[in-house]
């Protein structure tokens, strides 16, 4: 041990130093050393450092005995033992393991931490630092096993505790991240770098509290850091508390005052967070105030006008708020929230409406805003915006012809194919769909008659017929007019057959009539005409998986990606559309591990979006972009609830509701064919080439991942190149469809839903589902309530309400439960005395046109009484298809043939109906046709 020189001088003596050099001096002796160890506190100052003392052999103290502080006119130089209870060597070794940890040399800190520990094999923070190394080398049972022993060794080492945090940080486990690091703070309270990771583990956990708390406590350690003072302002502003959040602004910009900021943005987006915390506090005169007060020291001046311009309006300061709404019209006419601000400051309501479309529009409101926009299209004349609001809001026949034609006869004649896309929205209204229509036919007969348009002297080139064709086209399928629709497109492409929209145009309709395999040929033959275009490309895939054609549909979206794995770039490249459409096309095929493996896929790319925040709790408070900040932490709670998100969830459920059926399935597949019409031999030899057809698909992919192996591999060996990805332990989603209970899996997808999609009412609708094949009848209701609430009149809501409220009394219930749902029935639509078989034949009868209630109720019928089954089956076989959708008449036969009627002719003649109402539509095709599912 070394042994260092103290100066000393007693505690009377004239040059004593001031206290912080003071040590504690109850001491004990350490064998025979001369080594002595702090024991308790200092008599005078009160300190509890443990510092180990090295003195000199005729300065030695005495065994447990009460000293005077010894005072030193410098720092303490220290000794031999370290504060991580290793020699001067291995401490040094130590400080080389973080370091190396923190620049990524994890192989250098392996071999320091060895080191050490080949003198001090049982040093806990040796241990858990070699943990870490590890785990970040991919070791992860040896990383835990090693961090769990540091832990147990030295369970007082805030390090300890801190390294098993990161560990279940680097898994995603971040309630046991958080606990160890309120670990590590029971032996470190004030350790700043703990603090910050606990406070980003609490964002991410929307542990709002917590994270208040955190963000407090190091506000209070260190106050001059700005992030601790604008964290804790959002702290307050997360939990609404906007008046703690202001006073927390207001307080940080009494520091700055008299200083000049040193940068101007950032000082701009702290006066503008300050607004908005005023403007979501409902302090709204207060916000307009501030915005006037700071408006020279803004820098974003858009944001600053847009926001005055809101305020105005919801302070009903509607002459102000046009003025502010037509200054910044004047910099963009083509911003349609500027356009839905002025309408109302010039119809003087707070109410903002964008989209007139839907909107309850009087005589009175529309001259207003007919005389609005004659005044705004004098202005500007060149705005598209200006133009194409009125479509919306007009009522007028006369008016809406005029408009409708000065919108989209430029576009015509220009050739943008997307002008459809645009309008598609006024079809939704009987009248403007209507007059759309006449319109358009004016227009053809002039064109064929005379070449010139109405209301024009000036002949019109080729091309416009061929884009009013195209409309023509696309109105009739979008009203149901398939044939109609087929011979405007038909024409267009006689006329100009080099134009590939037109040949993308034509698939849609074979789409909405529901003939996906000439769809998907169409719309390949326009991907052909232009290799190069990656639209083309990517609506040619996902046509060929709505056939079914998943094979093709790979080998055509591989055109677009890197050589080598495609499924692995499609899935780092989060390309979810596909993932999604491959999903639903394997569910279609029955192959329910693909499914899964793709629908699994989306859910993790949500994951991913959802940690990829983690980074950005440092990096925006840091960069004082507190608003966007605000933004994105909404915008994450909310992510569950995205269209894509949900879509993948209900296929995760569905193809976990068919994995629970699928025995039953399989035993009523044996019972038909065993009394199907067809001999042995043939179902002998259609089996036969089933399963060369699968064989040679297997072979097929198996080739084809060889080969992409292959090529990984000597990629890999190019100077230069990444590694290779760790290979799929399960390409098909076999063991994802090798599941004990599919139920629980649907279940804890149900519940994602039921917390981030409530609004949605396929959501209940699987609640209500699963409960009853749970046996929780209470669960079944709480949801049926909530359907019931949402659409009452919905067809899938009568069909679930009908079955729960059947098995709810036939089953035997307790006498609790059997009362709670007796107490809710009226809720739920029944009056008192009602039976089951009335309330089917009462939704029947208040919905008499909706060919889906009565298919609903026909099938109900049969569920309830199957004696009734021949009636249910007659009922549905005369039902006017007239009125019913495509995927309406599929449901129709599809009953027809569940039900298994004894008379096969009924089911054929529908289909004749059906084929007859919808042919291009392949599933009623005859049966020497090839099929497709739609």
């Known amino acids: 041990h070394q042994r260092t020189l103290w100066s000393y001088a007693g505690p009377n003596a004239a040059n004593t130093p001031p206290t912080p050099y003071c040590e504690c001096v109850l001491v004990k002796k350490i064998s025979n050393t001369g080594l002595l160890l702090c024991a308790s506190a200092c008599a005078l100052c009160g300190s509890k450092s443990q510092v180990a003392h090295a003195t000199f052999a005729r300065h030695r103290l005495p065994t447990r005995q009460s000293q005077s502080c010894f005072y030193h006119p410098r720092p303490v130089v220290m000794a031999a033992v370290r504060e991580n209870g290793l020699p001067a060597k291995e401490s040094a070794l130590f400080k080389s ?42 070791k992860k049972a040896e990383a835990y096993e090693l961090v769990r022993k540091g832990v147990k060794l030295d369970i007082k080492s805030q390090v300890c505790w801190h390294v098993f945090g990161l560990l279940y940080r680097s898994d995603r486990d971040y309630l046991m991240a958080i606990k160890c690091y309120r670990g590590a703070l029971r032996q470190e309270p004030d350790n700043m770098k703990i603090l910050r990771d606990l406070s980003m583990l609490q964002i991410q956990m929307r542990d709002l509290p917590g994270f208040l708390e955190t963000r407090q406590k190091l506000l209070t350690i260190k106050p001059t850091n700005r992030m601790h003072w604008f964290t804790f302002a959002i702290s307050q502003h997360l939990l609404k508390r906007y008046t703690q959040a202001v006073g927390v602004v207001d307080a940080y910009e009494k520091t700055l005052e008299g200083a000049e900021p040193e940068n101007e943005y950032e000082h701009s987006e702290m006066l503008l967070y300050k607004n908005m915390l005023l403007e979501e506090g409902g302090l709204l005169h207060k916000a307009l105030d501030h915005l006037n007060e700071i408006e020279p020291l803004v820098v974003d001046k858009v944001s600053l006008r847009e926001k005055v311009a809101q305020l105005l309006v919801k302070l009903g300061r509607f002459e102000d708020a046009k003025k502010a709404y037509n200054d910044m019209l004047d910099r963009n006419p083509e911003h ?106 004016e227009w053809i007969s002039a064109l064929d008659s005379t070449g010139i348009m109405p209301d024009s002297t000036e002949r019109e080139m080729p091309q416009t017929l061929v884009w009013i064709l195209v409309l023509a086209s696309q109105h009739a399928d979008s009203s149901g007019r398939t044939t109609e629709a087929l011979a405007y497109i038909d024409r267009a492409i006689g006329h100009t057959p080099t134009c590939l929209d037109l040949y993308l145009f034509k698939a849609r309709v074979f789409k909405h009539a529901g003939d996906a395999i000439n769809a998907s040929k169409c719309m390949d033959e326009g991907r052909m005409m232009d290799l190069a275009d990656r639209y083309c490309n990517t609506k040619a895939t996902r046509y060929m998986l709505r056939a079914n054609q998943v094979n093709e549909a790979a080998k055509t979206i591989a055109l677009f990606t890197k050589d080598g794995d495609q499924h692995s770039n499609l899935f780092d490249m989060q390309c979810m559309w596909y993932e999604l459409e491959s999903g639903e096309a394997y569910l279609r095929l029955a192959d329910y591990g693909r499914a899964l493996k793709n629908f699994s896929a989306v859910e993790k790319h949500f994951t991913d979006i959802l940690e990829d925040q983690f980074d950005f709790h440092t990096y925006c408070v840091r960069k004082m972009t507190l608003r966007a900040y605000v933004k994105l932490l909404r915008l994450e709670d909310g992510l569950w609830g995205h269209p894509f998100y949900v879509r993948a969830a209900c296929g995760l459920i569905d193809t976990y509701l068919r994995l629970v059926d699928k025995p039953k399935l399989e035993a009523a597949a044996a019972e038909e064919e065993q009394q199907d019409e067809m001999s042995a031999a043939e179902r002998k030899k259609l089996e036969s080439k089933r399963r060369k057809a699968e064989a040679k698909v297997k072979a097929e992919v198996e080739a084809q991942r060889r080969n992409q192996s292959s090529t990984g591999s000597a990629g890999a060996n190019v100077k230069g190149k990444k590694k290779d990805k760790v290979a799929d332990d399960d390409p098909d989603g076999a063991a994802l469809a090798d599941v004990l209970d599919p139920l629980a899996k649907a279940s804890g997808v149900l519940a994602t839903l039921q917390t981030h999609a409530p609004h949605d009412l396929r959501t209940h609708l699987y609640a209500v589902e699963i409960s009853m094949r749970k046996g929780k009848l209470l669960l079944a209701l709480r949801a049926m309530l909530k359907a019931v609430a949402m659409a009452p009149t919905d067809a899938r809501v009568h069909r679930a309400k009908v079955l729960f409220v059947h098995e709810a009394r036939a089953k035997e219930l307790p006498p609790v439960l059997k009362d709670v749902i007796a107490a809710n029935e009226r809720s739920l639509g029944l009056a008192e005395g009602m039976g089951v078989s009335q309330l089917n034949a009462s939704f029947g009868a208040c919905h008499p046109a909706s060919f889906g209630a009565q298919l609903v109720c026909a099938e109900l019928s049969s569920a309830i009484a199957p004696a009734e089954k021949s009636a249910a089956g007659q009922r549905v076989a005369a039902l006017d298809l007239s009125h019913a959708s495509l995927q309406e008449a599929v449901d129709a036969h599809a009953l027809l043939l569940k039900l298994k009627l004894g008379d096969k002719s009924i089911a054929k003649a529908f289909k004749q109906r059906a084929h007859a109402r919808f042919p291009l539509a392949t599933v009623f095709a005859p049966s020497k046709q090839p099929t497709a599912s739609v």
């Open 97 to 138: 393991i973080v370091k190396h940890y923190e620049i990524k040399q994890y192989k250098k800190g392996l071999k320091a931490a060895d080191s050490v520990l080949k003198k001090f094999p049982e040093h806990g923070e040796t241990l858990a630092m070699k943990g870490l190394l590890l785990n970040s080398l991919d």
């Open 336 to 441: 349609f929230t500027y356009h839905a601000g002025l309408q109302s400051a010039e119809l003087r309501t707070t109410t903002v409406t964008e989209r007139w479309l839907h909107s309850e529009v009087s005589a009175e409101t529309e001259h207003a805003l007919r005389e609005l926009y004659e005044r705004l299209q004098k202005r500007f004349p060149r705005s598209n915006v200006c133009r194409r609001l009125p479509l919306d809001f007009s009522r007028d026949a006369a008016y809406f012809r005029e408009v409708f034609a000065a919108y989209a006869l430029p576009y015509l004649r220009k050739g943008v194919p997307s002008l459809f896309a645009d309008i598609k929205p006024l079809l939704a209204r009987a009248d403007k769909r209507e007059q759309i229509g006449q319109l358009i036919g």
